[in-house]
């Protein structure tokens, strides 16, 4: 059965930097795009990335441009997320979520398999 185990969250400072992991197992990375996500209690969860297989196209949240930049590793089966310049808004459970095929979406509707999620707790 497909799985994902994110891993890599923790308390960081607000300008600090956090590497989220998604780890990949009982399928590779080439045929599934890879969604991250976060949600706060008792708001909708939030789209933040997207990684293609199909030349590793990438799409990003406008409030994270520039700061976010998800890549992955073919050897590990493994996707990350780097967050930069955290702010304490961006306190979250951070999932990452996989759908089949090369479209890159930040729409959590058009992911089929999730991780459990890690926290993330920026600290102003």
């Known amino acids: 059965q497909l799985q994902l185990v994110e891993s890599g969250g923790g308390l960081v400072q607000s300008g600090g930097s956090l590497r989220l992991s998604c780890a990949a197992s009982?399928?590779?990375?080439?045929?599934?795009?890879i969604g991250w996500f976060r949600q706060v209690p008792g708001k909708e969860r939030e789209g933040v990335s997207c990684?293609?297989?199909?030349?590793?196209?990438?799409n990003y949240a406008d409030s994270v441009k520039g700061r976010f930049i998800t890549t992955r590793d073919n050897a590990k089966n493994t996707v990350y997320l780097q967050m930069n310049a955290l702010d304490s808004e961006e306190t979250a459970i951070y999932y990452c979520?996989?759908?089949?095929?090369?479209?890159?979406?930040?729409?959590?509707?058009?992911?089929?398999?999730w991780g459990q999620g890690t926290q993330v707790t920026v600290s102003s």
């Open positions: 990684l293609s297989p199909y030349l590793d196209t990438t």
């Open positions: 979520a996989a759908r089949a095929g090369y479209s890159c979406s930040l729409m959590p509707n058009a992911y089929a398999f």
């Open positions: 009982e399928f590779t990375l080439d045929d599934y795009t």
